[in-house]
């Protein structure tokens, strides 16, 4: 029955998977259940998103930090749910906190440590590259684009909806 059990379970987390369904445990975002939305144009400034992360160092790094989970993305690591607030030619400047073509983010601070004491080290300022994406999190222990810079837009899974979440 146990053996049975944990089938059933294991067939409904892969059909969720297939059909665009994840449960967000993060709190940079509600929890709860989330829905990738197939995306029919260029990713905009503005648009919340899934994106897997590139298999680089310092995203192997930040999983073992505990910053991001395993996943089916490249390098096993989960997708990230944030939002684009610069998109390819737009500059960002990092200053204690994110100001993109000038206008500074609301709830942008910038942390030189993170929740265990470990140092933390900003993003550089620049243009956004050709390609890339910078994402952003209203949270203030979101691992984001402040600390990780920008990111291939290659990676944009689709829109994150919510479905069923708990509010914050």
């Not at 390819?88 to 906190?97: K, L, R, T």
Request: proline share 10%; net charge positive; hydrophobic share 50%.
């Amino acid at each position: 029955m146990v053996t049975l059990s944990l089938a059933l379970l294991g067939a409904f987390a892969g059909a969720g998977v297939f059909a665009g369904l994840r449960v967000n445990l993060t709190p940079s975002y509600p929890l709860g259940l989330w829905r990738i939305e197939p995306l029919a144009r260029d990713t905009a400034a503005g648009d919340r998103v899934f994106i897997c992360p590139p298999p680089t160092p310092t995203f192997f790094a930040a999983r073992e930090r505990g910053y991001l989970g395993h996943g089916l993305c490249p390098g096993w690591f989960s997708p990230l749910i944030k939002t684009v607030v610069a998109v390819a030619g737009q500059h960002v400047f990092i200053d204690g906190h994110i100001a993109v073509d000038g206008v500074r983010l609301a709830h942008s601070s910038i942390r030189l440590v993170d929740a265990q004491d470990r140092a933390l080290v900003p993003a550089t300022n620049g243009i956004v590259p050709t390609g890339q994406l910078f994402l952003f999190s209203q949270f203030p222990g979101s691992y984001d684009s402040r600390y990780f810079g920008p990111i291939p837009a290659a990676g944009v899974l689709g829109l994150a909806r919510p479905l069923v979440v708990l509010a914050p």
